[in-house]
């Protein structure tokens, strides 16, 4: 059907490369074999002249084709097996931004939560999340932690333990890792940047009572000025 929506060259090269950004977006039927097959299948790829590329599993198997018991198309993206694994993930990804994995709690404790084992959680996470949910958690720690030097006067001290860090230490180590300085270092170029615009504002609210001073009385501009310039 839809056949001839799909770029042929484009399918070839893609499983050819198992690229898994196509994994989900078309199926590969072998003609030798009446076998169809995810791009990413893990068996040698068949010879270019004897694949035919199906935009939906139902249309390989409407060609009668049989699926891949190696690359399982029923698991592929969208279908419902994947869209379970993806919720899965999807959850984990909540609790861990509620602070799951902060508090001493392990990958095992959220996997358990889950109701899965940590080794397939962790399988899931790589495929859906392109990271491990430990990974994820320290990124988002440090990701909080500099939202909250940007956005208050918090001491690093606190910021750390409000972030989720359980020690300074980490704190310290996740962010030199990320940021390449200290958390102490962005601080302090956001207060020079904080007094420059402090020092913008004020020159333009003594322009502005300058041009208020200058319409309501006489007195030459220029002397004015030189007051303004002059205080301290
Ligand atoms: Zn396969």
Avoid at 116 to 123: S, Y
Avoid at 128 to 150: E, F, M, N, Y
């Amino acid at each position: 059907m839809s056949h001839d929506a799909l770029d042929r060259r484009a399918c070839d090269r893609a499983r050819l490369a198992r690229d898994p950004r196509f994994d989900g977006r078309f199926f590969t039927g072998v003609l030798t074999t009446r076998i169809y097959c995810r791009p990413t299948c893990p068996v040698k790829p068949a010879q270019s002249r004897n694949v035919v590329f199906f935009a939906t599993a139902a249309a390989a198997e409407r060609a009668g084709f049989r699926p891949c018991l190696r690359c399982r198309p029923e698991a592929a993206p969208g279908t419902p097996a994947w869209r379970g694994a993806a919720a899965s993930v999807s959850r984990a990804l909540r609790l861990i931004e509620q602070g799951f994995l902060d508090d001493g709690r392990s990958v095992d404790d959220l996997a358990d939560a889950l109701g899965m084992t940590a080794r397939h959680l962790r399988r899931l996470f790589l495929r859906h999340a392109g990271a491990s949910p430990t990974a994820v958690a320290a990124t988002r720690r440090v990701q909080r932690a500099k939202t909250l030097i940007d956005q208050t006067t918090l001491p690093m001290s606190a910021v750390a333990f409000a972030a989720g860090f359980t020690s300074i230490r980490r704190f310290n180590a996740a962010f030199r890792a990320v940021y390449r300085r200290p958390p102490s270092a962005l601080r302090r170029r956001r207060a020079r940047r904080q007094s420059a615009a402090d020092t913008v504002a004020a020159r333009q609210m003594r322009r502005a009572s300058l041009s208020m001073f200058s319409a309501t009385t006489a007195a030459p501009a220029r002397n004015v000025h030189a007051s303004v310039n002059a205080a301290p």
